[in-house]
């Protein structure tokens, strides 16, 4: 099986391919889609940017199902709304590949793949490098990306399961909060 992980960003959306099989996990590929060559303003451009980069990241290695990350209200306002417009083109990019996708909130990958929910971007690092096999460390977002992949690879057939033995309906959109589905 083959799992595509996406951490949205405006400015930088991370992407990570793993191969699994079994409980052994392989490194396909990871990077970043930067859309900091568009002007700031220019939230449409960017926008398309980050679809057109997930498609053709899809269309490359044909994964079999995506992980994103679940966004939760910043500080600012203004800078969720526009990190919720950038995971919600993710989304829909996804889609369109016509794959499946799980959510998970930054503490669930955390947790899944250092062991605490806060842990340090450089402790995710180390260990997306460990767990993979890695000759040097990933960057930041491939990082989260990869950990989002390890995250589903880990989860996503316990979670399956669960459904499959009570099917539970989904109240609203982004069901998790704080790393708990409620």
Excluded: W
């Excluded at 899809?58 to 709304?81: C, G, H, K, W």
């Excluded at 842990?119 to 993979?132: C, D, G, S, T």
């Amino acid at each position: 099986m083959r799992i595509l992980g996406i951490d949205p960003g405006l400015q930088t959306t991370g992407f990570g391919v793993i191969d699994v099989d079994g409980q052994r996990l392989s490194y396909v590929a990871s990077g970043t889609i930067r859309t900091t060559t568009l002007n700031l303003g220019d939230l449409p451009g960017r926008l398309k940017m980050i679809f057109d980069g997930i498609c053709e990241v899809s269309q490359r290695y044909q994964p079999d199902m995506a992980s994103v990350e679940i966004v939760f209200v910043n500080v600012n306002p203004q800078s969720t709304l526009l990190l919720g417009q950038a995971r919600g083109c993710a989304l829909t990019a996804l889609v369109s590949q016509n794959l499946p996708v799980a959510e998970y909130t930054a503490l669930q990958m955390k947790k899944a793949v250092v062991g605490h929910g806060r842990a340090a971007k450089n402790q995710i690092q180390e260990m997306v490098r460990r767990l993979l096999q890695l000759p040097g460390l990933p960057g930041t977002d491939a990082a989260d990306a990869l950990g989002l992949a390890i995250t589903h690879a880990h989860a996503g057939l316990a979670m399956a399961r669960v459904a499959e033995a009570s099917p539970l309906q989904r109240r609203q959109h982004a069901m998790y909060k704080a790393g708990r589905s409620y």
